[in-house]
Structures are given as structure tokens and as C-alpha cells.
């Protein structure tokens, strides 16, 4: 029976172990419906806080634009040699996605968002003060703080507006006052404020006429802005690029999009025009050189005229010159390009790599003049890599390699050409040698003259060739544009945060549960013991009894009759007595806890009146030696007891004490403290004493020591039937339930049982305790080991079960409505 009884509590406890392990919706419904007013204030309060954060936080907007990237242009032509094409095609092999990330990283450089600073002076910020927040000013500003030197460092000060022609700059330490206009010198350096259209002197009661003004480095106010600025291409096959800025000032956020944009396609522009900006360099120079040689030569002409009065020499020589100049102008064009070839080879070698532009349209020869073009347009790309990469970048590093590549190649075609060149003009040459033999004749100064003219035209034409380079230079240049195009300049798509229903929500939900919260955290950090849960997550020994608070703070609890809650409890506890006594040899009754004050005499006292009601004889011995105090609540002299009988100073009959309280229940009191209360209770004398007491009576109280203290109650075990282990709601530690469950695993004590004291409904609501794990009042054991129904607050026919006596009045009336709205 009693193996069966356990196993079956085990299972029962297992099972509540399971169940704690779910959600339990049961706590949830009976924990708000204990603390709804507070939930309700709290909903009330996060409401309130969240209107307030709404109100006093600063709204940010997002702003956007659309700026369409176009494909760079790629190099095309071919002049029919094999390695010129190579490099055509090594020009060619980035693909479009890497051009326009290229294009989003210079975007997105701090190179470009300095500029964006430096012209619109945004590293200046500009503020007014408030209770809960500042506000900033930009598009409304009333002044203008301006730096006129060099110095750029943070600083900090507060501008006070005294009239339309003067004010005050508030610094740390000192106070300067000036003139709107005027050059100041203040400890950043020398400044000037300027009013702007926004100017006002406010002079109402109320009015504010002081600003703050916080200025920061210029790379720092860049790499803040920097980051604020986002960039992403509309989809994946799309140049099209969505720059959005969110700030808390849209007017500033719409300012920064769009010189952005505007920087991006002058610098784009600008990068464009520089091949031609050091072509028409190259030109100018060979202009001023080839001018100065054609000069020399007209000034040789007029000295030879002058010397030999010479007046018309064409219609002399007509026929000469006529037969001559098809070859002539053979030779002059072949030399022309010769040493166009030249010039350009001596300025690819004298020139730096890193800013050489080839005049590709100098050039006669397509292909050679195709592969300086796709050096132009490689060079330019490398430049604009470097803006946002390293020289030791891969792709930068690949793109240089392809540089030098193309350069050699460019070089050897050079060569090539000018070989070429070099063969013709000995050809054209040797023609015209052949001609001028025919004209040996001429008179020798008709001949130099002729040299003279010769040259004269060579020059003449080189010269005019320049000419027209350099316009058609001039004209591609001012015609270039930018490789990019707002499609849509930026606006305001509004405000972003705060999200007022987002907020306002989340507020909600905070107030919902931090009442729940609060509960929860107060239960976890709580150490004692309050709920049925709190035993059984640490000890599975089993429960058969529940004694509730003893409102009326009478030591003795039950009498005859009572119909009180407390005494159904403690009937309810001597029901389950009879499943632990089940033999009627077993008779005696231990009481022990962890420590002290956890309420054993009261138990103890308050069972052996309930004993003693149903007629049975019952003696309560007061064994807490070190403490007694069962003598002293029932008014017993305590001069004569169990520490004299140990001893043989006092006889069986005179320790029996009659309680006063019922006929059927007598005290043995503790008697003088002694000094050694565990060796008295070894004395053989004891063993004697306790088989008299199992002939003379029904049932033995023990009313012992804390085991948890001293070592009484272990040593009194071998004279017990069962032991009653008080555990006291609010009072008992979690931890000290590991003692009676190593008891009884190691069989110190037998057939240990707990007993919950002093439940008080209020403490489960305070601590949140869920409708499952609820003590609560009426719920007492009628039947076996903890199973039986208790004595609810069922009130048939208007008279309840129990009579509570609790005190009349306005308290009583107060927990009657906490306790009804508990029971909803």
C-alpha cells in the first residue's frame, strides 16, 4: 500500500513537472485578472511615454534621386595588324557591371563628398536649444558663420542677435561682441557672420535670439555625410541609379543630392576633356616651333631677294617648278608625316606615364592613330580607378600592365612607321634626284631660290595642318558631355522615422507585458518557497497537507465545532494520516522542518487537537529541546518534564500534563533545558518512555528540532512511524527542500511527508504564480496522499461550506471583493 501510494504521487508530481513545461494560458488569464488595474495603468503610462517620445523626437525624411549612368565608351577601329587588335580587344574586356560599380565607388568617395562639404558649408551646423530637444536650422538659419582663413578644427559657441547691426559671440571662457560684416578673430581662427533673408531680431517676452553654432573638420563632416548618402541601381540588367539621403532637415538632404550629382558630371566631363586639353597643348607647341622655323625661312627669302634683285622668280622657273612638283609634293608629304612621327615618339618617351595623352588625330596612318586613341581611353580609365583604388589593387594593377603593354605596342608601331616613312622619302628622293638632273642648268641662284621655296611650302603646310588640328581639337572639346544624366533631381518621399504606428504599438505591447514582466522577474529572483511548482521542480516528496494563514494569530487554531477554513484544513491533513498510518501499531507522529519559525508547534499543536476531537487519546511531547514552546502556549510549568524523566529525576505519570484543551489530549513538556540535548535522547530510558506511550495512547506528537539545524529529529526517527516536514510559504528557503530529499534517499528519515504552512493566497498573486500551481484557500486533501477534494467556497442554498474567522469590518470586506475578483 504505501509503495503503491508513493509511486502513484511520484507519477502525479512527474506529470505537473510536464505540464509546467507548456505554456500556461491558465497563468496567463488568472494573472491578468489579479492585476488588470495595474495592467491598465501601465498600457496607460506606455501610451503616454510613447506620445511624449513621438512628440519630442526628431522626425527624419528621406530624400532620393535618379541619376542614369551611361556605358562608358569603348575603343574601336582596326589597322590591320595583329597586335593592335589585341589590345583593342584587351580594352574592351570589362563588362558594364564593372563600369558602373566603378562610377557608384567614385560616387561614393570621400574625394566627392569633400567637395559637397566644402561648397555648401556643410561641416557649419546651426541650432536652436528647447527643453526636451534642439532644433536645427539650415534653409531658416538668420546668419551666415564663415571662416576666411585656412584653419579648419571643431568648434563650438553660442551667437547672440542684439540688433540689426550688432551681436555677441559667447564663448567658454570669454564674450565677444561684434558687427555683422566685421572680420573677427576668435580662438578658431578669423571668422565673419554675415546676416542672411532669414534675419530677425525677435523682441517679444518670450523671444529667442540666441543660436548655437557647431563647426567640425571638413573630412569629418564628409565621412558623416558619406555615409548618410546610399546608392543602388534599380535592378541588375539597369544603369539607372536611386541615390536617397535621410536626414532630419529634407532641404539640406535635397541640397547634398543634387551638388553631388552636379559635381559628379563636371568632374565626369572634366575627365573626358583632359586628352584633349593635352592635345591641343602638344599642338600649340609644335605651332609656336614650327611658326619660328617658318619665319627664319621667309626672312632667308627676302635677304636672298634683296641680294640678288630678284623680283619674279615663279615665271621664270614655271615650267621647272610645274614639271617638279608632283614629286616635291610627294617628298614634302612623306617628310611631313615623318617627322610628325618623330615628334610624337620623342614625346611618348620624354613624357610621364602617369599623365601621357597621345595626339592620336595628328595622324595620317588609321591604326596607329586607333591605338593611341584606345591609350587615351585606357589612361583616363586608370585615372578614374585610382580615385577610389590602390596601385596595388588588382584591377588597377591589370589595367596598368595593360597600359605598358600598349605602350610598347604603340612604340614598335612607331618604329614601324617610321621605317616605313623613312624608305619612302629615300624613294621620293631619289625620284626627284633624277628630275633635278635634268634642271642642272638653272643658274645656281635660281636653284637656291628654289631650295628656299621649297622649304617655304613644306613649312607653310606643316603650319596650316596644325591650324586645322587645333580647331578640330578645340571643337571636340567643348562639345564633350557627361557620360551621366538626372533623370529626376532630388526630392522629399517624406518621413521616414519616427514610425508613429510602430512606436505607438510597440509602447502598447510594452505596457501589456511589463506588469507580466515585472511578475515574472520578481518569481525568478525569488528564493523562497511560494507555489506548488517551487516544491516540485526540487523535491518530489509527497504533499498531505496545506494549512492556511492563521488570520486570527491564535497559536491554537481549531476547536470543537469550528467550522473556520483553517480547521478543515487541518481535518483534511488528519484524513491523509490514516493512508501513512495504516497499521495500528504505527502511532507516532515526528514534526520537523529546516529551521526555525516555519511554524512546527503550531502544527503540531493544532493536529493533536484534531486527533484528540474524534476521541482518540493523543500525547504531545515538546522535543525541541534547545526552544520549547509548546509548554508555554498551553500555560504548563515547564520545571518538570522529558529532560527529568531521561535522567529518572521524575516518574511516567507526573510528565503527563493534561492540556486544558481537550480531555484526550495531554502535554509532555521539554522540562528544564538541558546541555546536552542529543545524548539525553540516546539514554535507554527514552526507548522505555515510548513503549509506554504506544500502550497508554492512540497517537504521539513529536514537536521537534529544525533537522536542518541540530540532529534531534535523526536521532528520534528510530522511535517514529512518519514524519511531517514543514515547509512554510514566503518563509522557507528553495534550497533548503534538497534536506528532506537527501533524508530520504539516504533513509535517515522514514516516510518523510511535507506539509505546506501558512498559505496566504496573496503572496502566489504578488509573485504571479500561475491558477495550476495556486495554494490558494480550500483546497485542502480529503482523500489519500494529497487527492482529495478540498472545501472550495461553494456556498449552496446560500450557506458555505466553512465559517472563515476572519475579523468583521471594512478589511474583511476589502479581501472579500480582492479575493472575488481573484476567483473570476
Known amino acids: 500500500m504505501e509503495n503503491s501510494s508513493n509511486n502513484t504521487i511520484e507519477s502525479r508530481d512527474g506529470s505537473l513537472e510536464n505540464r509546467e513545461n507548456l505554456l500556461n494560458l491558465k497563468w496567463v488569464v488568472t494573472t491578468f485578472a489579479a492585476i488588470w488595474p495595474w495592467v491598465l495603468v501601465s498600457i496607460i503610462v506606455a501610451m503616454v511615454a510613447g506620445n511624449l517620445t513621438l512628440k519630442y523626437t526628431t522626425p527624419i525624411y528621406s530624400c532620393g534621386a535618379e541619376l542614369l549612368l551611361n556605358d562608358p565608351k569603348k575603343g574601336g577601329g582596326s589597322s590591320g595588324g595583329i597586335s593592335q587588335d589585341n589590345i583593342v580587344q584587351q580594352l574592351t574586356l570589362s563588362t558594364n557591371k564593372v563600369n558602373i560599380e566603378n562610377e557608384i565607388e567614385i560616387l561614393k568617395s570621400r574625394t566627392m563628398m569633400l567637395k559637397v562639404v566644402k561648397l555648401l558649408h556643410l561641416n557649419v551646423n546651426y541650432y536652436t536649444e528647447g527643453k526636451f530637444k534642439n532644433t536645427i536650422l539650415y534653409k531658416n538659419k538668420p546668419f551666415e558663420f564663415s571662416r576666411v582663413d585656412s584653419s579648419d578644427n571643431y568648434y563650438s559657441c553660442k551667437v547672440v542677435i542684439l540688433s540689426n ?57 564628409a565621412i558623416q555625410y558619406m555615409y548618410m548618402v546610399n546608392f543602388q541601381l534599380t535592378s541588375k540588367s539597369s544603369t539607372t541609379l536611386n541615390i536617397t539621403m535621410q536626414d532630419a532637415v529634407p532641404e539640406r538632404a535635397i541640397k547634398v543630392i543634387n551638388t553631388l550629382m552636379d559635381i559628379y558630371k563636371r568632374n565626369n566631363i572634366e575627365l573626358h576633356n583632359e586628352t584633349s586639353i593635352k592635345t591641343i597643348e602638344f599642338i600649340v607647341n609644335e605651332i609656336n616651333y614650327v611658326g619660328s622655323e617658318l619665319d627664319s625661312i621667309e626672312k632667308q627669302i627676302e635677304f636672298f631677294k634683296q641680294q640678288y634683285g630678284i623680283t619674279d622668280m615663279a615665271e621664270q622657273n614655271g615650267a621647272l617648278i610645274e614639271v617638279n612638283s608632283s614629286a616635291e609634293s610627294n617628298l614634302r608629304d612623306a617628310e611631313l608625316q615623318l617627322q610628325l612621327l618623330g615628334n610624337v615618339s620623342d614625346y611618348i618617351q620624354n613624357s610621364d606615364d602617369k599623365s601621357l595623352v597621345l595626339p592620336a588625330s595628328l595622324l595620317e596612318n588609321t591604326g596607329l592613330a586607333t591605338m593611341m586613341e584606345n591609350f587615351n581611353q585606357l589612361q583616363t580609365k586608370i585615372e578614374n580607378s585610382l580615385i577610389y583604388l590602390t596601385t596595388e589593387n588588382p584591377i588597377a594593377k591589370n589595367l596598368i600592365v595593360q597600359k605598358y603593354e600598349m605602350k610598347a605596342n604603340i612604340n614598335a608601331a612607331l618604329d614601324a612607321s617610321k621605317k616605313e616613312l623613312e624608305t619612302r622619302v629615300s624613294q621620293l628622293r631619289a625620284d626627284l634626284g633624277i628630275i633635278t638632273s635634268d634642271i642642272r642648268e638653272v643658274p645656281s641662284v635660281e636653284r637656291t631660290y628654289l631650295g628656299f621655296t621649297r622649304e617655304q611650302e613644306v613649312k607653310e603646310k606643316i603650319y596650316a595642318l596644325l591650324l586645322e588640328k587645333l580647331e578640330d581639337t578645340k571643337i571636340d572639346k567643348n562639345s564633350t558631355v557627361s557620360d551621366a544624366q538626372i533623370i529626376d533631381p532630388a526630392i522629399n518621399k517624406g518621413m521616414v522615422k519616427p514610425d508613429r504606428n510602430k512606436i505607438l504599438i510597440s509602447f502598447f505591447i510594452v505596457g501589456l507585458i511589463l506588469p507580466f514582466g515585472l511578475i515574472l522577474l520578481r518569481r525568478t529572483l525569488n528564493i523562497r518557497i511560494i507555489s506548488k511548482g517551487d516544491i516540485h521542480r526540487v523535491c518530489k516528496l509527497p504533499i498531505v497537507g496545506e494549512i492556511g494563514n492563521n488570520g486570527s494569530n491564535k497559536r491554537i487554531a481549531v476547536q470543537k465545532n469550528s467550522r473556520s477554513l483553517i480547521s478543515e484544513q487541518f481535518r483534511a491533513l488528519r484524513t491523509n494520516l490514516q493512508y501513512l498510518l495504516t497499521n495500528s501499531s504505527n502511532k507516532v507522529i515526528m514534526i520537523t522542518s529546516s529551521m526555525s519559525s516555519e511554524g512546527k508547534s503550531f502544527i503540531a499543536v493544532n493536529l493533536s ?10 500525547a504531545l511531547m515538546e522535543l525541541d529541546l534547545r526552544k520549547p514552546k509548546i509548554s508555554k502556549l498551553f500555560g504548563i510549568d515547564n520545571s518538570n518534564g522529558f529532560s527529568n524523566y531521561a535522567i529518572n529525576k521524575t516518574s511516567y505519570a507526573e510528565i503527563l500534563v493534561p492540556s486544558g484543551v481537550d480531555e484526550n489530549l495531554f502535554i509532555i513538556p521539554s522540562g528544564p533545558i538541558p546541555p546536552n540535548p542529543s545524548e539525553l535522547i540516546m539514554l535507554p530510558s527514552i526507548e522505555e518512555l515510548f ?23 535523526l536521532l528520534l526517527d528510530k522511535f517514529s512511524d512518519t514524519t511531517l516536514y514543514i515547509v512554510r510559504q514566503g518563509y522557507t528557503y528553495k534550497q533548503q527542500l534538497a534536506i528532506p530529499t537527501d533524508l530520504h534517499y539516504s533513509q535517515k528519515l522514514k516516510k518523510i511527508n511535507l506539509v505546506i504552512n501558512d498559505i496566504l493566497s496573496s503572496r502566489e498573486r504578488t509573485y504571479g504564480y500561475g491558477y495550476e500551481e495556486n495554494y490558494g484557500y480550500g483546497y485542502g486533501y480529503g482523500y489519500g496522499y494529497g487527492y482529495g477534494y478540498g472545501y472550495g467556497s461553494y456556498k449552496p442554498y446560500g450557506n458555505s461550506y466553512y465559517i472563515d474567522d476572519e475579523k468583521k469590518g471594512i478589511s ?13
Open 812 to 824: 474583511k470586506f476589502i479581501r472579500k471583493i480582492f479575493r472575488r475578483k481573484i476567483e473570476k
Open 691 to 713: 513503549e509506554r506511550l504506544r500502550q497508554d495512547f492512540d497517537f504521539i506528537i513529536l514537536d521537534t528540532s529544525p533537522v536542518g539545524l541540530v540532529t534531534d529529529a
Open 609 to 618: 487537537i484534531t486527533l484528540a476531537m474524534t476521541g482518540k487519546k493523543v
Open 165 to 221: 547691426s550688432s551681436f555677441q559671440i559667447l564663448e567658454k571662457n570669454k564674450t565677444i561682441n561684434g558687427r555683422w560684416g566685421d572680420t573677427l578673430s576668435l580662438s578658431t581662427g578669423k571668422v565673419v557672420l554675415n546676416k542672411t533673408a532669414n534675419f530677425i531680431v525677435d523682441n517679444s517676452p518670450n523671444g529667442r535670439n540666441v543660436y548655437n553654432v557647431g563647426v567640425s573638420t571638413l573630412i569629418d563632416a
